[in-house]
T-cell receptor, first 115, second 111 residues
Framework: ETGVTQTPRHLVMGMTNKKSLKCEQH?????MYWYKQSAKKPLELMFV???????ENNSVPSRFSPECPNSSHLFLHLHTLQPEDSALYLC??????????????FGPGTRLTVL | SQKIEQNSEALNIQEGKTATLTCNYT??????LQWYRQDPGRGPVFLLL?????KEKRKERLKVTFDTTLKQSLFHITASQPADSATYLC??????????FGAGTRLFVKA
């Protein structure tokens, strides 16, 4: 496989469920990202990992918990979500060095619906 | 306050014409500006990047301009085709890990 893959592509969960989203990048990049995209809104950056270390957490509620076991895999653990958390969750990766440009490669996303 | 603005209204154009999309920003000083294409239900795909010291960049039928004085970027698709129909996102790139996206402009190209 090439590029950035995400599973599952679609997820429906109740507010009391616990689930996880998975992202894998096959590009040898050193940074991985989680974004939330709600209808007609800009992508909202949630978390950034650089070489497995979290470098950014944009005031995301604790019901979202990221995990980066290595530089190729990224997880987003979900628990006690709210209906307003329903959105497209996008994973991206990039090769970042010396504060140069940051072209990002996105996965297809997970469409999450919280009932 | 800091803002990135793209045309919120959809842009409808006829096949063969040039589509021009606008990205304006305030109270930011990005080092680079990027444009992405996003199809429904898919992740964004990188198209072009332009640096703050570049005025214009081209790639095939695409052209991007970047005016740091006006704080504006224009994205042009020449000889547009129905397959160009998508949402186009501009993104301010500050180098490193920080990239801020606009909400996007929906483009429809009619045959």
């Amino acid at each position: 496989e090439t590029g950035v893959t995400q599973t599952p592509r679609h997820l429906v969960m109740g507010m009391t469920n616990k689930k996880s989203l998975k992202c894998e990048q096959h590009l040898g990049h050193n940074a991985m990202y989680w974004y939330k995209q709600s209808a007609k809104k800009p992508l909202e950056l949630m978390f950034v990992y650089n070489f497995k270390e979290q470098t950014e957490n944009n005031s995301v509620p604790s019901r979202f918990s990221p995990e980066c076991p290595n530089s190729s895999h990224l997880f987003l653990h979900l628990h006690t979500l709210q209906p307003e958390d329903s959105a497209l969750y996008l994973c991206a990766s990039s090769q970042v060095k010396d504060y140069r440009d940051n072209e990002q490669f996105f996965g297809p996303g997970t469409r999450l619906t919280v009932l | 306050s800091q803002k990135i603005e793209q045309n919120s209204e959809a842009l409808n154009i006829q096949e063969g014409k040039t589509a021009t999309l606008t990205c304006n920003y305030t109270n930011y000083s990005p080092a680079y500006l990027q444009w992405y294409r996003q199809d429904p239900g898919r992740g964004p795909v990188f198209l072009l990047l332009i640096r703050e010291n570049e005025k214009e960049k081209r790639k095939e039928r695409l052209k991007v301009t970047f005016d740091t004085t006006l704080k504006q970027s224009l994205f042009h698709i020449t000889a547009s085709q129905p397959a160009d129909s998508a949402t186009y996102l501009c993104a301010l790139d500050f180098g490193g890990f920080k990239t801020i996206f606009g909400a996007g402009t929906r483009l429809f190209v009619k045959a």
